[in-house]
């Protein structure tokens, strides 16, 4: 009996997780919101928001605002993840950080004419969107185990379909609401989506796999590093504790140039000199924290700085991706198009190639690469990923140039760039999700997910202190020299920076160890 229940369990098909469809319909609504907001929140903030400002700055004081949204957006992750795992458990931070989610919407419906009330409004938003991000996907992940994990990564694919399918009709008709009804219909309606997003999150509530949050460890990831950092060993220097001050002497610089960086700015990057030059001098000297800790905690850590890396490396991916809703935006107000299109609604035509190249991808083209010999990993896609975004901002750096020259410019000639924006997206975004997950050890599924949204507010970090430096006398006489604009000239400076780290992402990728940690069944 033991043998037949046995093979009977191992032949078994994999099933689908019953309580799949509450999560997929509440990300699609959420994404809906989140997207609804964010693709005209550039459009408002020029043409209503900021006009206390003069005309010739509020274009950079747009972008500026965008990216500041976008950092706090990916920044709260670390929050939402460390009170999943530690305190909460997944399901209870998810709900309770969509309530406040739900308010901050009603501060940009209720405060489109208070620049205070407006702000307060992104920042419960950005808490409230950036505290479940990390959670709801290793939510989802959490409903899979050993017996059905080759559907998960069907499942975070189609998850990403999903998530696509609300941002493509909050970016057709957005624009168009705010344009004719106004910035209280136009802010309001993504809050109405938003709250049944957590209508049917609660729904699922009896059926989801909840995994308890874990207990503190005393040798988890910050006691080993803390132990790595610290402990002396005799005719040694210490000079991996040397490396984490040199970095936290950095981070304070950084925090005294807040005047000129701008506070988040200023917050972020002291943040990535502190994690950064820690995690590097953590790194060269773990293997004293052996003995004091168990030699399976010190090689956890050793596998998530390894993921670390990684994700630092996908960074410039974020820097080009996310201007898209800004910078590209900018560049549409200037090109040839029908009087009743909005720019901001060229932001419909991502999630529509994203529905269209998943499915492409997985019927046509990763098949055809098989068969050709080309094994098909998730860090090769990512890699590739990372350089086709390089490409696309190629291509729109010379639609620019044309526009600068006096060379009138369909709108429409912004197809080529989204659509090679938009295959990186697939390869680097979509992977991601399921990458980060499968990584992470059991106790930091939600932490390590929050790194890998933190990599989209370095991403934007590098925006800001790019737009920062054009401004400084030594860059601007640079760029006069070139003879490009200053629009034509970052985006090629963005171009180099995304082909750059995909070499390096390539190089690196090569000896990196994968693992499988989703877990046992049952």
């Known amino acids: 009996m033991s043998t037949s229940t046995t093979t009977a369990n191992t032949t078994a098909p994999p099933r689908w997780p019953r309580q799949l469809p509450y999560i997929i319909a509440s990300e699609a609504c959420e994404r809906f919101s989140f997207y609804g907001m964010r693709n005209i929140l550039t459009p408002f903030l020029m043409t209503a928001l900021l006009l206390a400002i003069p005309e010739e700055l509020r274009a950079g004081a747009a972008k500026d605002v965008f990216h500041s949204f976008v950092i706090g957006v990916y920044f709260f992750p670390l929050l939402g993840g460390y009170l999943a795992d530690r305190l909460f458990g997944k399901y209870n931070t998810i709900l309770w950080l969509s309530l406040i989610y739900c308010i901050g919407h009603a501060f940009l419906a209720i405060f489109e004419h208070s620049v205070q009330g407006f702000y307060t409004g992104l920042f419960l938003i950005a808490l409230g969107s950036g505290g479940i991000k990390p959670l709801v996907s290793s939510f989802m992940g959490d409903q899979f185990d050993q017996s059905n994990k080759t559907l998960a990564r069907k499942a975070f694919d189609w998850f990403y379909f999903t998530i696509n399918f609300g941002s493509f009709f909050a970016s057709l008709f957005m624009p168009l609401l705010l344009k004719y009804y106004g910035a209280a219909v136009a802010f309001g309606i993504p809050g109405i989506l938003m709250f049944i997003a957590t209508l049917f999150f609660w729904l699922g509530r009896k059926r989801y796999v909840n995994v308890p949050p874990e207990p503190k460890n005393p040798h988890g990831f910050l006691p080993v590093i803390r132990t790595a950092l610290m402990a002396k060993q005799a005719g040694q220097a210490n000079i991996g504790l040397y490396v984490a001050i040199v970095g936290g002497a950095l981070a304070i610089y ?224 640079q760029v006069t020299q070139s003879g490009l604009s200053e629009t034509a000239f970052l985006m090629f400076f963005f171009a180099a920076f995304a082909l750059l780290a995909a070499a390096i992402f390539a190089l690196y990728a090569r000896s990196y160890p994968m693992q499988d940690n989703y877990r046992p069944v049952g």
């Open 254 to 477: 950084a925090l005294s140039q807040m005047s000129s960086l701008g506070i988040v700015a200023a917050l972020c990057l002291a943040l990535v000199l502190v994690m950064g030059f820690g995690g590097a001098g953590a790194a060269i000297q773990l293997e004293r924290a052996r003995g004091v800790h168990p030699d399976h905690a010190v090689d956890g850590v050793r596998s998530v700085l390894r993921i670390l890396i990684l994700f630092a490396l996908v960074t410039p991916f974020w820097s080009l991706f996310d201007q898209k809703a800004s910078t590209w935006i900018l560049q549409a107000n200037d090109m040839v198009k029908p009087e009743w299109f909005e720019p901001a609604m060229m932001q419909a035509l991502n999630p529509a190639l994203v529905m269209i190249l998943i499915p492409f991808n997985h019927l046509v083209l990763y098949p055809f690469l098989e068969k050709c010999g080309v094994q098909l990993t998730s860090l090769r896609k990512m890699g590739a990923g990372i350089a086709v975004t390089g490409l696309s901002w190629i291509v729109i750096g010379s639609i620019q140039l044309m526009m600068d020259l006096g060379t009138p410019m369909n709108i429409m000639w912004q197809i080529l760039p989204y659509a090679l924006l938009t295959m990186g997206e697939v390869l680097v975004s979509a992977t991601g999700l399921e990458f980060a997950y499968s990584q992470a050890p059991a106790a930091m599924k939600g932490t390590i997910t929050s790194f890998w949204n933190l990599s989209v507010t370095v991403g934007n970090l590098w925006v800001l202190l790019a737009n920062n430096s054009i401004k400084t006398p030594a860059v601007t006489a």
